[in-house]
Every structure is written in C-alpha cells, then in structure tokens.
C-alpha cells in the first residue's frame, strides 16, 4: 500500500477509484466500502483509494470535550488497511481551516483538479464539508458537472451490517470483547512497551509484564481480566492480562496494564510487545489477602488452557 501525507507527493494514481472516511477501527462495515472500491477500480484498470484524516475531526472541532479514545492508533490502521488490500492511502491533516472548506471546494480541487478521479464510492448517509454539505444528492449532480462517477452503498447493505466505530468501543468499554472482535473481523490489540513495575507478581508465582501503551489516543478495555494472544521477541504466547488498580494490592491509584505470559521465562523489559485480547475472563476484584489471589489465578490460568491451548 501506498501512504501519502501530502498531496504534492502524489504523481498521478492510474484512474483513481476513491472512499472517504476516518475509518477508525476498520470494521466490517467500512470493510464492505472497501470492497466495492475495490472491486471498481479492477473493473476499470484503475486502483483503490482512501481519503482519510489525522487527527480525528472531532479532536480538532470538540478541542475540550471530544473525549474520544481510537481503536487503532495510525499505525494499526495503516496495517489493517494494507491488509484489506487498499492500494493508496491519503492520510490528510485535519485542520480547522480545512473544515470551513465548503464540500464544491473540496470536489473540485482535491478530488477532481489534483486527485482526477473516476469514480466516488460513497454510503448513503456520508455527509462532509463546511456544514456537512456533501451528501450523496450533491455529490450526484456535481459529478455529472466534473465527470466522474458516485457509486451509493444502498442503505440496506450498510444497515444489514449493523455497526460503528462507537458501537464497538462501547462493547470494548464493557468487556464484550468477543462481539467488538467480530465487528472488527479480528482481535481488538493493544500494543507497547514494556516497563519496570513492582515486581510483586514474581513473589507470588504469577510474574508480570507491565505495558506502557504507546499512545494516549488508543482506547483501553474496561478493567478485569481478559484471555490475550501475546506477541513479543518474534514470538506468539497465551496470556492472561488484568487492567485496573490492583485493589488487592491496596498500592495503585492508576490504571495498570499487566499481562503474565503463559509458558514463559525471560527477560524483555524495554521489548515491544502486542496483545490481542480474545475474551474477557472476569470483572477486576479485591481479594481478602494474597493467597486467594493466587488461587483466582490458579483458577484463570485452568480455564485458558483448557480452553484455548488444550491442556486437561
């Protein structure tokens, strides 16, 4: 795939077919959009584009209460995109001045006068512009006026998938890992580093990887303990992985992220490390002292591997 961040770069796409979108997550849904990209561009010889936006619009036009957490930082999502086969990505920086652009504005000359593309795939309710302008019935009766085409994704093929970015963060929120999986059409991952913490799950025999998640923007589970597939040093691992305050431990008023490796001895503090959660195992709870802890641990570390690894 082809990542552009500034429109001076790009030197002619051959008969560009084009989405747009922030496409966070890139969901089941916006997988459905991309498809039909595709699919347009190979019947015309042409290839597929994306036109999407960093920083999230809303980060820019909400400044002091967006509140929004990402499902994927950029990265992720370059990854994913790749992955879904998009040829071209046009990663372009959202500004408030490029807000006010009005929706002729941004047709003629990005679309059109720089981009020259052939056809627009659009779903039925995508608005953008100044004032949310360029609906599917603008966007009509300008291409006929610049000579491209607009392919609608009929709403019943958008409705049928049922979901949203917002939908699948609030499940991801709520520990409904297994449903924001399959909106995703794969696991919901976490990625970072790996730092020093107080070394306590090595005094009880459930020693920990502490992540340090390299983006603020990304959007973290609710607390509880989750089954993860853990990749680290080249290699893939089980894990189990708790997220909260360690109410036991009576030592934490920040939110910790730690993952104990199943099947695994080492040292890879400053490693890189990914998780991919596969489903949530129970709620975050204080324990009565250290021994029960270690036996709920006992018990989550039973349970995932009879479930997920086999072992009875």
Known sequence: MKLFQDLTAINGIPNPVLTIGTFD???????KILQQVKMEAANIGGESVLFTFFPHPRMVLYPESHGLK?????????AKLARVGIENCIVYPFTFDFSRLSAIEFVRDILVNKLQIKKLVIGYDHQFGKNREGNIEFLKEISEVYGFEVIEIPAQDIDAVNVSSTKIRNAILDGEIAKANEYLGERYELTGTIVHGQAIGQTI???TANIQVNSDLKLIPGNGVYAVDVFVK?????GMLNIGNRPTMNDSKDRTIEVHILDFSGEIYSEAITVKFIDKLRNEKQFIDIQELQNQLKEDEKFIR???LDFN
């Open 306 to 308: 009879n479930k997920y």
């Open 70 to 78: 990402l499902l994927q930082t950029q990265e992720e999502k370059m």
């Open 25 to 31: 997550g890139v969901h089941i849904g916006h997988q």
């Open 234 to 238: 080249d290699s893939q691992y089980f």
């Open 205 to 207: 025999g459930y020693p």
